[in-house]
């Protein structure tokens, strides 16, 4: 007498479903609105991300002391050194990359282009890496507004201590050294966090490599063909949700920190300086990267709605998912489209002197 085989366990979300495979792509869809909009305004962002690198160019052939805070925000945003604006150009790649990884998790998933190829193979580790990937570049951007406030405090804090140390007639020599100490401590700082930047979010995403990826039909307001990526076989079964998070929660409560700090430290140099003194470039760089540093918090807005409707559950993650694009876009925006229109280093000179905060 046979044994009848088992029958093979069926395939989650919407793989081999024949109604999935058979799907036509519509371009009249809020999905595909959302996958043709960054054209307007991503292409002049570029520019403004590569004009930033070009000046970062320059400050390091000209041996600017602002050199490791630009190389920072640089990386951030084509990853979205040691001196305020490096640091700025730093963030500007680190947001780049993770705009491009998030295209093609929510934005080309959500709209179709994909649903048909999905339904017609198995899950796979190729859905898992484009996951991984998404979440590894997410959870990196949260270090760096942190490390840019922490640097910018360094800069308004250090230099008026050490100058108080030396007496008046050794001000200008004060002062040189005041800079140079500041520079070698922002140096140091961001050759050390840059390495653990780039470590740390395999502590939040490890679970992920036992994993295989596979594509689920996105519930409402999403319509048919819409699909989102999830995964299973993790380890220990672990899920990414408190892991984003503790993520969130922490960074974002560090950097609120470390701005209000900030904040404080500007309202203080504001009242001591005298009215010509606030004209010059020195205080308007100051302000310029205090503005840059608070629009770095809204890197985590995106991540915020997404953590608190997860735990609300029900069709309110759809609904933060498709929301979730225009946050993303405002994270990798906003910082240096602030920082090109604040900045007097991006203001055409009147005379021939070259004057650096």
Known sequence: MSVPLPSPAPLPGIHRNESYINFEVSFFTFP???LVLPIFYMPVTIIIILRIFVKLLYAIKDKNVNVPLFSAICISHIMASCDSREVIQQINFQCLLFFICDFFYVRLMTSGVFTSWCASVLPNRYLIILYATT???????????????TMRLILFAYPQNQAKVLTRDDLRCSVCLAILSTFQINR??????????????????FFMFSAEGFCVQARSPFPFGSVVI???GSLFELR?????????????????????ILLV??????????FQARSQKSYKAEVSLTFTTFSMIFSYLS???????????????????????????LETCVVPWVFYLTH????RKTNTLRVFP
């Open 32 to 34: 595909m609105l959302l």
């Open 135 to 149: 979440f590894y570049f997410n959870y990196a951007n949260m270090l760096f507004p942190f490390l840019v406030s």
């Open 188 to 205: 140091t700082i961001l050759r050390t966090a840059l390495p653990i930047i780039f470590i740390y979010p395999f502590f939040s995403i």
């Open 230 to 232: 999830a995964f299973r």
């Open 240 to 260: 990414n949700n408190y892991f984003l998070l503790f993520n969130n929660l922490f960074w974002m409560s560090s950097c609120l920190i470390n701005n209000s």
């Open 265 to 274: 430290k500007l309202v203080q140099l504001k009242m001591s300086l005298s």
């Open 303 to 329: 991540n915020s709605m997404i953590v608190i409707a997860a735990q609300l559950g029900g069709e309110l993650s759809y609904y933060a998912i498709m929301l979730r694009p225009f946050g993303n876009d």
């Open 344 to 347: 007097p280093i991006f203001r």
